[in-house]
């Protein structure tokens, strides 16, 4: 077990202090590359101190690359190859107190650059984050600063509940333009992230209804209803979309679906299906349709088809989408849009809550968008992704990966599923991937399943695929990573011990 | 009752166009200064169209400041002299498609500078907006600017549920130096908003708690437990705070208070009681105290006391503050920080949701802070608002409503308490005083009563004088205001039909 002296810390808290402990003796090699470092608990324990102190020391570790963790796991001491270690241990020093390198500067070890968050990967294959060579600094920048000189005095008016007029007016303006929906302002109803979201949705509809989620699916929108005290339903899904019997069978009130493209599956939802489940929600009163429509935007190729909530004669889809995709994960703002009754209803029970995205950034992307500019943006996005994902295909066509890896569903904008003929298993495949560098997440970790109930047939060994953030020039690598973990068998459970 | 045609409503949406119309026929007369306009649902129904669709017009009309509403009883169209008409018509037309003059741009009406959002006023004395001129726009947009160029990689990874680390590592050491509290960065989480705060503390604590709220007090938060399904009590204070027994009498789990200074009575709770509320705290399993320090750091005077949060040795207390006040109301960032126990539990149960403030606006504030600029703008701040203070003050001696007027709660930031000796009823005083552009509310509007429950005593005719967006310029004239509407006596019943 490790035991510091936390007596006297300096000037440091105490995790930040546990911290440099910790990476001190990975660094002098005193605790081993893949050795597993103790439960939380029970360095917590042995040290006398909170556990949430170590989880901020290991937190910290985590974040810096010097140590990895494994679902159910537990946290293990990063290859010295992949680390940070490169860097003089003074500067190093600085980065633990927030002063000195920013946590997610870049970091060159050798040929290899390692970005922020995901710096300890190679490549980083579940990561959603943007790309900092796609987000539009200058121009988003320049649009921020025009807003502040010439807006000074409407940035300090308290906005509505659902956002400023502007950004509302050139959000329905987008959606007639790009979506062939007619939507007005008031309708609109912005929020910091889809989450937020959800839990106004909850209030609006109420905790009685049972929300259903598709399965396999985006498990977050489950994880918020529960914790908002909702009763949840998963339902399965077929090659068309979320099947309407089990909507029925389990007398579910609201739907949480993506039609326009499935997540991770990245099914699209036909017209037909799209009909029967306007069917379904006219069928009985108080249903309702979430249309989670967290990509359209970024889609290569395939048949747009109508959404659900330009079909919807009836009053009962409530249409969400976000910019955390098309502008970065990291600037929090998404909308939704409420059918007439709802918008009411929203306005007499809700509306005394402040809108939870600031007025800078509001008027910043309503300005963005109104100029052109957000358009010009997203066809830029879409080629780069286009241009990332032909080269993440050729990477692999030259690999030979090849021969043991069936691609679907590739006209998704920023993901794919990749099924790998190996003789490991999920698990054992996905770590020996990781020790590689790669991180990667199978399709099966999207499904839920009652205890011991076996996976839809075929879908075991498949992977999805997120190359948003993977560099370009690590591609081959990665792949190579894949490819090697694929043939390399299974150490017996005697090996592994 | 109004009727427009609407059938050809040319490129505007329908109530785009009915703002247009109604504000048309006020401008020429037809309809007249004070004339009631007709219901939401009353003009919906007569022409056919959605109530929401009125309230957007309506909602234009008064943030425009061609009709004021009276709560409880409805539109009315404005007095042309407080009515921005001074525009040509023209211009008038672009700014009800946004395309125009932002909403919040500054109206010159002779010489009375009207501030947008309560442009209608010469004198909101209900709004706790910012006044532009205190706003740190270009040390702001400096620190924006050199964060967008030099932090890019930061910006766009994700940052942990609670927020960015530099950030919470810049409150923990503001809170270190300005309120002695110890504190460290992971016990600090960061939200869009204390209303989101209150939300997250819900699912944390439960719904099965029942949440405390002070009576008289701020009642958005008791709004929002209802809304999140839990159940409240309002509890009644006596002159040093909250009233304990009343804790024990209505089984009270978690009770909200402001300690350092109550809004809107403005009272400090002497230590003793602060002991006396922990003591509640501790003696009983799952209580909690939520310790609200919203305005602390405007402070005029007065003996600052120690925060319950710092004299808290049983992990009891979760403090709040927001940056709302001090930065401004449309920056949404505010904290709380957790004791330990609950901290854990929060990163175990609640630790899936991503942080809802804006990376951009998180690193803005931290280096604000970290170099400095933070403290200084405090300083401004504090000396601004008490340099309005003491000029309303001044306003209100040099006035004969100084005869008619008692101040109480001075020491506050950005509001104290003048109790009105007149005739008058309060809600004809406060329309009379509306009619003359000063906008009002009673210190009754803040006591939650039972049906017919009389109002604690001496409290009537008191009312909350938030002078934080009143300028300069117009406070003789607000004050005469004031002391005209108290002299004149109520019309009888017959003169106002």
Sequence with gaps: MLTYNLADTGSDAIYTYLYKCIRQDILSGKIKAGQKLPSKRALAKNLGISVITVEGAYGLLTAEGYVYSLPKKGFYAADPELMPAVRPAGKADQSADGKGRAPGQ??????????????AYLA????????????????????????????????????????????????????????GMSVNPEQVIIGAGTEYLY???????????????????????????EEMGAGTAYIGMDEEGIRIDELEAKAVDVIHVSPSHHFPTGHVTPISRRYELLAWASRGEGRYIIEDDYDSELRLGGKMIPTLQSIDASGRVIYMNTFTKTLCSTVRISYMVLPYPLCERFYEKLSFYSCTVSNFEQYTLARFMADGSFEKHINRLRSFYQKKRDSLLTAIRQSPLAKRAEIYEEEAGVHFLMKIRTDREEEAYTAAVRAGGVRLKPLSAYYFREEGAPLAEGRDNTYVINYSSVREEVMAAAVQVLFEAAVTRNKSKNDSK
Tied chains: 1, 2.
């Design 199 to 225: 839990s106004l949705l909850i209030q609006l509809l109420g905790r009685r209804c049972r929300y259903g989620v598709e399965n396999p699916g985006y498990h977050k929108a489950a994880r918020v209803y």
């Design 106 to 119: 870049t970091i060159h070890t050798g040929n290899v650059v390692l970005t922020g968050g995901s710096r």
């Design 124 to 179: 980083d294959l579940t990561s959603n984050q943007t790309d900092t060579a796609i987000f539009p600094f200058s121009i988003w920048t320049r649009t921020m600063r025009e807003v502040m000189a010439e807006k000074q005095e409407a940035l300090m008016v308290n906005p509505p509940c659902g956002g400023i007029m502007a950004l509302r007016e050139s959000i329905a303006a987008y959606l007639a333009d790009f979506r």
